[in-house]
């Protein structure tokens, strides 16, 4: 069993930054392949990006690459999203999650969630 909390949240002008946090209980951290989706009102929930359980492999959604950093601190069991040049249709509820399997593009993929943590980009 994994529990994942996120973190980081909150409202930020265009063009600004933000970093998420997702902390994760167990002592497998490793061993987990680590998403993040977001889903924004009225939309279904969207692959952002993913980080392999070394962190040697990443992938992220179209939108967001050269945007947005994966990370990982498996010594802290804590996944980041490092969220630069911010633009409102970023603008969604952000849920860090766990597969114990390969890494994926797909929600259906991932074991465990968090909560979701909001971002709000205004322009």
């Known amino acids: 069993q994994v529990q994942l909390v996120e973190s980081g949240g909150g409202l930020v002008q265009a063009g600004g930054s933000l970093r998420l946090s997702c902390a994760a209980s167990?002592?497998?951290?490793?061993?987990?392949?680590m998403g993040w989706f977001r889903q924004a009102p009225g939309k279904e929930r969207e692959f952002v990006g993913a980080i392999s359980g070394s962190g040697s492999m990443k992938y992220y959604v179209d939108s967001v690459k050269g945007r947005f950093t994966i990370s990982r601190d498996n010594a802290k069991n804590t996944v980041y999203l490092q969220m630069n040049s911010l633009q409102p249709e970023d603008t969604a509820v952000y849920y860090c999650a766990a597969s114990s399997r390969s890494l994926s593009t797909s929600s259906s993929w991932y074991e465990y969630w968090g909560q979701g943590t909001q971002v709000t980009v205004s322009s």
């Open positions: 167990g002592r497998t951290f490793s061993r987990y392949c």
